[in-house]
C-alpha cells in the first residue's frame, strides 16, 4: 500500500504547457515507477453512499488505484486503517486485503482504476 496526500503534492505545469504561462496545471499522484507492468483494466467512478462499506477483499493479479473525489474514507488494507479526503490517492498492491468506508455525512465519490497483470487471477472476498 502506498497513500498518497495530494494536498502535499505542488501543482506544476504539464509538460506540454509553457512554463512561464501554463494553461494547466497537474499534481502527479503516480508514475509509472509506482504502477505495476500490466494492463488496465478497469477505470471505474464510484459512489459509496453515506455510513456504508465495501467487503473486505483482495485481487491476485491486480493493483488498484484510488482517487478520492469528494468526501472522506477510512481504508483498511491488511491490518492498517487509514483516512482519506478528497484530493489523495492510495495504491494497493495485488494481494493486498482492503475495505473503505464513508465516515462522512455525504456520499463519497471515487475513480479507481485497475492494473491487470492478465495472470488470470480472481478477485476474493475474505
Not at 477505470?43 to 493493483?63: I, T
Not at 482517487?67 to 495485488?94: F, H, K, N, Q, R
Amino acid at each position: 500500500m502506498q497513500i498518497i496526500r495530494g494536498d502535499q503534492i505542488e501543482f506544476v505545469p504539464a509538460s506540454h504547457e509553457d512554463p512561464n504561462d501554463p494553461g494547466v496545471l497537474k499534481r502527479v499522484l503516480a508514475n509509472k515507477n509506482h504502477l505495476i507492468d500490466g494492463r488496465v483494466q478497469m477505470v471505474n467512478w464510484s459512489r459509496l453512499p453515506v455510513r456504508k462499506s465495501f467487503q473486505a477483499h483482495y485481487h491476485e493479479d491486480m493493483q488498484e488505484v484510488f482517487i478520492i473525489v469528494s468526501g472522506s474514507v477510512e481504508m483498511t488494507v491488511a491490518d492498517m486503517t487509514c483516512s482519506l479526503d478528497a484530493g489523495d490517492a492510495i495504491l494497493i498492491s495485488p494481494r493486498e486485503v482492503h475495505s473503505m468506508k464513508n465516515v462522512c455525512d455525504t456520499d463519497v465519490n471515487y475513480i479507481v482504476f485497475g492494473i491487470s497483470t492478465e495472470q488470470g487471477g480472481k478477485t476474493v472476498n475474505v
